[in-house]
């Protein structure tokens, strides 16, 4: 199993430009999180989505991100318009809801770089 | 709301010697999830132990050991022997009932020294 796949693995981009990160969770988990780590906020859930469904989106910031999961293989969170502050690092993670007493497995994360 | 609370930022530990860091949790739940993850400098999290609210013995996983206390809403992690590898960031969380949401703590640092 390749584990969870995030592209890319860093992206630097201009303030005001659309910026879309990838996410592959591993095959057969139903159970997909997005997170983003900064050095003042630590990790935060920004949106979770179980069977493709988005269950809680509460920890979106702004109305400029949104996510999608299309099917079970694939998921996007996209920031647009960018700004300086959305710069971090941001995490997909995927797990098997049933198996409750495992931990996500997370990807190895995108950072951005908005200048 | 749920809350995890890290109160070391940085611990420093000889090569060997066993370390606990601390967590603190609150919650009014009955049934959760406590979770111990370790993010080298690499950056990438890795899962490393699970203690669930109804279980009555610590979890135990290799070098890893979860001190449950939970009239104290308390779930430290013990790393015995230290290695130089064990140096990162590790981070406590918790996971709500239901099995979604998972918040996370602020993270301590662990130094392994030589």
């Known amino acids: 199993d390749a584990g969870v796949i995030q592209s890319p693995r860093h992206e630097v981009t201009e303030m005001g430009q659309e910026v879309t990160l990838r996410c592959k969770p591993i095959s057969g988990h139903n159970s997909l999180f997005w997170y983003r780590q900064t050095m003042m906020r630590g990790l935060e859930l920004l949106i979770y989505?179980?069977?493709?469904?988005?269950?809680?989106d509460s920890g979106m910031p702004e109305d400029r991100f949104s996510a999608k999961m299309p099917n079970a293989s694939f998921s996007t969170l996209k920031i647009q318009p960018s700004e300086p502050r959305d710069s971090a690092v941001y995490f997909c993670?995927?797990?098997?809801?049933?198996?409750?007493?495992?931990?996500?497995?997370f990807g190895s994360g995108t950072r951005l770089t908005v200048v | 709301a749920q809350k995890i609370t890290q109160t070391q930022p940085g611990m420093f530990v000889q090569e060997k010697e066993a370390v606990t860091l601390d967590c603190t949790y609150d919650?009014?739940?009955?049934?959760?999830?406590l979770f111990w993850y370790k993010q080298p400098s690499s950056g990438e999290m890795i899962f490393l132990i699970y203690?669930?609210?109804?279980?009555?013995q610590n979890a135990t996983e290799g070098r890893y050991s979860l001190n449950f206390q939970k009239a104290r809403k308390s779930a430290n992690l013990v790393i015995s022997a230290s290695q130089l590898g064990d140096s990162a960031m590790y981070f406590c969380a918790m996971r709500e009932p239901g099995g979604f949401k998972t918040i996370f703590g602020a993270g301590t640092r662990l130094f392994v020294k030589a």
């Open positions: 989505f179980n069977n493709n469904v988005p269950i809680d």
């Open positions: 919650t009014s739940d009955q049934s959760y999830g």
């Open positions: 993670a995927s797990s098997l809801r049933e198996n409750s007493n495992y931990g996500y497995t």
């Open positions: 203690q669930g609210s109804y279980d009555e």
